[in-house]
């Protein structure tokens, strides 16, 4: 069997390409990720980057607003690696002059569940939490756990 490794690009079609750079040069530089742009077909894509996975953003073909509790995308979620790590994203990103929810936990979700919430300009809501216990032990202990 074949086993997926992780996320290599995520894709987002955005309404205002200018708009949304803008708030994604703020954003996702705060969070480590650096930037380039290309062309597919003539269309425009500009992808944030770090060393595990891409962040595309490109045109949408259509101007309908995005709505998470309609089918399709609800929402992102970006892992960090502590508790700790949760509230510096928050910090660093309204440095960057994002508006962000307060890091809190959320025990309803986990024990240990932390996050903090913001949005791009399409409504697009992201996520970053931290690498909860649960994740780590499915992740150290995958095969014991058949």
Same mark, same amino acid.
């Given at each position: 069997m074949t086993e997926v490794t992780g996320i290599d690009h995520i894709y987002l079609a955005v309404s205002d390409m200018a708009a949304s750079e803008a708030f994604y040069d703020r954003a996702m530089p705060a969070l480590g990720f650096r930037k380039n742009r290309?062309?597919?077909?003539?269309? &425009?894509?500009?992808?944030?980057y770090n060393?595990?996975?891409?962040?595309?953003?490109? &045109?949408?073909?259509?101007?309908? &607003?995005?709505?998470?509790?309609? &089918?399709?995308?609800?929402?992102?979620?970006?892992?960090?690696?502590?508790e700790a790590d949760v509230d510096a994203a928050a910090t660093a990103l309204r440095a960057a002059g994002i508006s962000t929810s307060e890091p809190r936990r959320y025990p309803e979700y986990a024990p240990d569940y932390?996050?903090?919430?913001?949005?791009?300009?399409?409504?697009?809501?992201?996520?970053?939490?931290?690498?909860?216990?649960?994740?780590?032990?499915?992740?150290?202990?995958?095969?014991?756990?058949?």
């Open positions: 290309f062309e597919i077909g003539g269309d &425009p894509h500009v992808q944030y060393r595990l996975f891409g962040f595309v953003l490109r &045109p949408a073909r259509s101007t309908s &607003p995005h709505d998470s509790y309609t &089918p399709g995308l609800h929402h992102l979620c970006l892992r960090v690696d502590t932390r996050a903090v919430f913001f949005q791009d300009p399409d409504g697009i809501r992201l996520e970053i939490t931290s690498y909860r216990q649960e994740r780590r032990e499915r992740h150290d202990h995958w095969d014991k756990l058949g």
